[in-house]
């Protein structure tokens, strides 16, 4: 059977910044062909213009979908399960699909539907992101401009629920894989780690909290998560049983309050560990998992040898998770470990390479 295609959903308030994440996703998209669904209603598609701006070989055209009809996780039957049939239908297929929602939709109810009969055995969700604007956040306001919400909530005939903006933060939250906490450039640093580590604590264990300032995010960070929410929907529950909301303004975005520092991936690095064979598999993952805990890592993959096997041995981890296997002969390569450690920037990377190399 094919493999399922890996769908990312975006949610956040009105002016958070998904769609600035989007667009830096789609300018550093190394090669994926990514389609996108657009929750975005009303006279202009703002998003949608700014979005088509992509490189054609990343996102054609046809590879964005708006739904203009109101808050997504509203008309799931109606607008989203037959949207999501046709881009499977497409021809290339894409490699990945990026659903950016309305920040007043619960992503709960979004997520539920790729358990639907059309769309279980051919996509997964990869993850959500929940994409949280620092200083509304840290203000008690939750969304930059809590008038544009109000509004929002008032053009959607079709949205069934008067939840307050703290109720669906909780949900936003609940739901999350991924906390981007952004517009840290213009917060204290103190502020940024304390909310940072108040969001942790509010969140599932394993939750990733990453901070960032004009939605830049490494894609080997935000994509291949491979987290499969869809099949973990216990541990997201949803806080308040109503239903749902709308943001897709995000055009007000972060372009319109912030002065455009040089930050974005500068907050993230990369490096390389290597040692020996492993002579036991699973004991390593376990200290990997360690590691990464003790260092707060993001991301680790690579490869290494086994002591008396003849495959490579593929170790990926997205936060404590993490999955290793066999996937092929290797042959006349030379024996040994390889591994690419991803995390904000600060990281001891002495402490971590003498962890890993122990």
């Not at 401009?145 to 008032?154: E, F, G, L, S, Y």
């Not at 949900?171 to 969001?199: E, F, G």
């Not at 990453?210 to 291949?224: I, K, N, S, W």
């Amino acid at each position: 059977m094919a493999a399922k295609i890996p769908a990312t959903v975006v949610t956040g308030f009105l002016g958070a910044g998904k769609t600035t994440l989007i667009r830096n996703l789609l300018q550093n998209a190394q090669g994926k062909r990514i389609a996108l669904i657009i929750n975005e209603f009303g006279d202009l598609g703002v998003d949608g213009d700014i979005l088509k701006g992509c490189d054609s070989d990343v996102c054609a055209k046809d590879d964005i979908v708006e739904l203009s009809n109101g808050c997504i996780c509203c008309t799931v039957a109606d607008d989203f399960i037959p949207t999501m049939e046709a881009l499977l239908a497409r021809d290339p297929k894409p490699d990945h699909i990026v659903i950016e929602t309305s920040g007043l939709a619960l992503p709960q109810p979004l997520v539920r539907a790729f358990n639907w009969p059309g769309l279980s055995t051919r996509v997964t969700v990869d993850a959500v992101v929940t994409v949280v604007d620092g200083v509304a956040v840290t203000e008690g306001r939750f969304a930059h401009n809590v008038a544009a919400v109000d509004a929002q909530r008032a053009a959607d005939d079709g949205l069934d629920h008067e939840t307050p903006l703290s109720e669906l933060f909780e949900d936003q939250i609940a739901c999350a894989d991924m906390i981007v906490i952004n517009k840290t450039d213009l917060m204290d640093p103190k502020a940024a780690s304390d909310l940072s580590d108040r969001l942790k604590a509010e969140s599932r264990p394993g939750v990733q909290v990453v901070r960032t300032a004009m939605g830049e995010l490494p894609v080997d960070v935000l994509l291949g998560q491979g987290i499969g929410a869809e099949d973990d929907l216990d541990a997201r529950h949803e806080v308040h049983h109503h239903h749902h909301h709308d943001d897709h303004d995000d055009h007000h975005d972060d372009d319109d309050d912030h002065d455009h520092h040089d930050h974005g991936h500068d907050e993230f690095e990369s490096f390389i560990v290597e040692r020996g064979e492993i002579t036991d598999p699973a004991a390593f993952a376990a200290q990997i998992s360690d590691v990464i805990r003790a260092h707060d890592i993001l991301r680790l993959k690579g490869f290494g040898s086994v002591t008396g096997k003849p495959m490579r041995l593929t170790v990926q981890a997205v936060g404590p998770r993490v999955d290793h296997y066999f996937d092929q002969a290797l042959g006349d390569a030379p024996r040994g470990t390889r591994l690419v450690v991803i995390g904000e920037a600060g990281l001891d990377q002495d402490a971590i390479r003498a962890a890993l190399q122990a």
